[in-house]
């Protein structure tokens, strides 16, 4: 308990010092001889009316946390109750452009979850790689219909699925809805040809995937099924199948990329309805029992969602983002795993029989699984003035996760709580969160629960 007092103290103290420092930036940035520059966007005309571009973006969002550690965590063979680390949630350059009337290149390259246990093939360097490298075409005039294929996170299911990470509310995306999230994708793109638009009210995506063989992930793991528990399977290849429809009762969203809005804070009224399917034959695999022989079976995701993103008073600069989701998730029977975001701890140890705890070391809980899954967040933009001229603005925010998976006896209810200070709007974002989680015994039912304090700066241009 001492321990995890000092850590506290130190954590409140880098907050202190962080917003310090923030507060006297906020004052330079958003001075009237520097704003115009600042929001000019790093962009190259092609051709003399700037129809024809080519557009650069960069994004960092580096992490400073205080994690109550699962029983049984440790970290370099050390026993850690808790743990302080600082890493790098994600670092990424998008490049993108249109460079004709029709045709749309879209790149982008980073890393992500950097930190002092990283590695890629044994080295810290290795961590890079491209997450999007796609070209698409606009058969119409307008956005009726476009059509696209490389490594792409144009999928369905959910928007959630598809985030636009530089504009999210809360601290962090719901990563259950990246549902095969680095299992048969590339961090959640994966190789598909597409088609995308909007018709009206309705915007849609049909995709057609390639999806990776799970033994290339480099995770590891059994090459054989698992007893009365499926996986994803390592023998048979089959297309997976995706599809997104949505419908806007007020503005369209933007359809530059893919990637959905997190929060507009204020500048765009939309209200939607949506739903997503992704499909795949014999995705996973298993043995019902030890004299069993091998068993396939078909994945089958679906969501339905609501999202609203709007001002409530232009003059006061007040606005109101919220989302509800229910997802129903078949990965086979009894099928569960664990997420931890950028995990601080390196292991479980031996005595607290990692096979049989659903929780295992560090930050992890039961993300994803076969069940169902509620997830809904609320934000509330307050007014501009608040904070006084120059000094940006203040966006509480409350997120709620519940789910009930097969594989468990007790559901999975996870709370995160926080409030992002906009510097400058996305570009300069400065946010503290706080995550309370449940821990699962071998018995599969929640013995209690660990919170995870976090601050996050990001810089986004």
């Not at 999975?412 to 503290?432: D, E, P």
Request: charged residues 15%; hydrophobic residues 35%.
């Amino acid at each position: 308990m001492k321990y995890f007092t000092r850590q506290l103290i130190l954590f409140l103290s880098l907050l202190q010092i962080t917003i310090s420092v923030a507060q006297t930036d906020s004052s330079k940035t958003n001075s009237p001889t520097t704003k115009a520059k600042e929001d000019r966007p790093l962009k190259f005309n092609l051709n003399e009316e700037g129809s024809h571009f080519f557009q650069v973006t960069f994004l960092n969002q580096s992490w400073v946390r205080l994690n109550e550690s699962n029983p049984g965590t440790t970290v370099l063979g050390q026993a850690a109750p808790t743990t302080f680390d600082i890493g790098l949630r994600r670092t990424r350059i998008q490049m993108f452009g249109q460079v004709t009337d029709r045709a749309f290149v879209y790149f982008q390259f980073g890393m992500n979850n950097f930190n002092r246990l990283y590695q890629n093939e044994g080295s810290r360097k290795l961590a890079a790689f491209f997450h999007d490298a796609v070209g698409e075409y606009r058969i119409t005039k307008g956005n009726q219909l476009k059509i696209g294929g490389g490594l792409t996170i144009a999928n369905g299911l959910s928007r959630f699925s598809q985030p636009s990470i530089g504009t999210i509310m809360a601290m962090d995306v719901p990563v259950f809805a990246q549902a095969t999230v680095d299992q048969t994708d590339l961090f959640s793109r994966k190789l598909s040809v597409y088609a995308r638009g909007q018709v009206g009210k309705i915007d849609y995506r049909f995709s057609l995937s390639d999806p990776f063989p799970v033994q290339t992930n480099g995770l590891g793991g059994s090459s054989s099924p698992s007893v009365g528990r499926a996986t994803f399977s390592q023998k048979m290849h089959y297309k997976q199948f995706q599809t997104y429809l949505m419908y806007q009762f007020w503005e369209h969203e933007g359809h530059l990329t893919p990637y959905m809005t997190g929060s507009s804070l204020g500048k765009k009224k939309v209200l939607n309805v949506a739903g997503g399917i992704i499909y795949q034959k014999n995705a996973m695999w298993l043995r019902p029992s030890v004299t069993d022989s091998v068993k396939f079976q078909d994945m089958l995701l679906w969501s339905v969602e609501s999202y609203m993103d709007a001002p409530l008073n232009k003059e006061k600069g007040t606005a109101l983002t919220a989302y509800i989701g229910y997802f129903k998730y078949d990965f086979g029977t009894n099928y569960v795993r664990i997420g931890a975001q950028m995990n601080p701890a390196d292991a479980t140890s031996s005595s607290a029989q990692v096979s049989k705890i659903a929780s295992n070391g560090g930050n992890g809980f039961p993300m994803m699984g076969t069940g169902s899954i509620v997830y809904g967040q609320v934000g509330l933009l307050l007014p501009k003035d608040l904070l006084g001229d120059n000094h940006g603005a203040l966006q509480p925010y409350l997120t709620v996760q519940h789910n009930k998976f097969h594989a468990l006896n007790d559901p999975v209810n996870v709370f995160n709580g926080g409030i992002n200070w906009l510097v400058n709007g996305h570009r300069a974002k400065l946010s503290v969160d706080y995550q309370n989680r449940p821990v699962f015994n071998q018995d599969q039912k929640v013995s209690g629960r660990r919170g995870a304090y976090t601050i996050q700066y990001q810089i986004f241009i």
